[in-house]
């Protein structure tokens, strides 16, 4: 079993900042954020690779960026210039050798004025 904790979400106004963290109970070869609003399906937001390998959302490209330390076992979502269309449930997601996927619990993300 893989626990994860999420945390840094809330309430912030357009063209704010948010981080998100998210600490797994064991290492992680991919780790990642996913978000979802109501009545959509759950969508990529970017990953990160054990190599520091990442990929993003065309919706948040220079906007977000996603890190990681290994140490901590740790990833982080670092939102800038946040838009009222970023408003959803942010999940992080993290794959495990031979153990396999594990999703957070969810924390919400709302852009608002």
């Known amino acids: 079993q893989v626990q994860l904790v999420e945390s840094g979400g809330g309430l912030v106004q357009p063209g704010g900042s948010l981080r998100l963290s998210c600490a797994a109970s064991?290492?992680?070869?991919?780790m990642g954020w996913y978000r979802q609003v109501p009545g959509k399906q759950r969508e990529l937001v970017a990953t990160i690779t054990s190599t520091d390998s990442t990929a993003y959302a065309d919706s948040v490209k220079g906007r977000f960026t996603i890190s990681r330390d290994n140490a901590k076992n740790t990833v982080y979502l670092q939102m800038n210039s946040l838009k009222p269309e970023d408003t959803a449930v942010y999940y992080c997601?993290?794959?495990?050798?031979?153990?396999?996927?594990?999703w957070g619990q969810g924390t919400q993300v709302t852009v608002s004025s």
């Open positions: 997601r993290v794959v495990v050798a031979i153990l396999g996927t594990y």
């Open positions: 064991r290492s992680s070869f991919s």
